[in-house]
């Protein structure tokens, strides 16, 4: 049976890398007592799928683990938020008919980053989401070069204290920290980046529309 777990990464585990974070998880089934299915041939696995890579530092409550096992959907969440480390506790638990390929699915993630001056520049800051085009800076290996964002871009909205932004995320990624900087420089205001959250992903729907990953999942359920 497949089972989709949506769960935290907050705290100290923001920190941890996605290989590191599949082994918190194996250990974690094994505390458990979970029956896990392995893989076949020479170096046998857990068959545990995580979703999408999220960077280090930043915290999620739309985090998401594909694991095949015969515990049923209705214990899982229970057992495992028994011995869960702190930090990567579950917050639902889905039983999708297949094997739903999140990883692989994901086209998009909302964020929230606390702000300070964004208001003043408010209608500016939304109208980027219209811009046909824009590039920001990117650094890799100390080199920078332009990048075109503007179609990784799906919405930004400016709250009292918070810059909430719909962006590219999976296959093809415009990292939130980088680009709330870079807003932030371009627009004068201050962006809080070490106090991040992501707390949506998204798959294309069936019209090409943005379907969050919870409703995907549900109507995969059986």
């Known amino acids: ?75 899982f969440l229970e057992r495992y938020n028994a011995v869960a480390p702190k930090g990567l506790e579950g917050i639902r638990v889905f039983a999708p008919a297949s094997n739903p390929n999140i990883a692989g699915r994901t086209v998009a993630a909302d964020y929230a980053v606390k702000q300070i001056g964004a208001e003043a520049k408010r209608r500016e800051i939304e109208r980027v989401v219209n811009l046909l085009s824009l590039e920001m800076p990117i650094t890799k290996k100390g080199e920078t070069t332009m990048k075109e964002v503007a179609p990784l871009i799906n919405g930004i909205k400016v709250y009292p204290d918070s810059l909430n932004l719909c962006l590219a995320a999976g296959n093809t990624t415009l990292r939130p920290d980088k680009f709330a900087l870079f807003l932030a420089e371009k627009f004068a205001f201050e962006a809080q980046v070490t106090d991040l959250w992501k707390y949506e992903q998204y798959v294309r729907g069936e019209n090409g529309a943005l379907l969050e990953v919870d409703a995907y999942l549900s109507s995969l359920d059986f």
Request: charged share 20%.
């Open 1 to 75: 049976m497949i089972v989709v777990l949506k769960h935290y990464k907050r705290g100290p585990m923001i920190y941890v890398s996605h290989i590191d974070l599949l082994r918190h998880f194996t250990r974690t089934f094994r505390r458990a007592g979970f029956e896990i299915d392995f893989s076949s041939g020479f170096n046998p696995h857990m068959l545990v799928n995580l979703g999408t890579p999220l960077p280090l530092g930043i915290s999620s409550s739309s985090e998401y683990l594909t694991v095949s096992t015969n515990v049923p959907k209705e214990e």
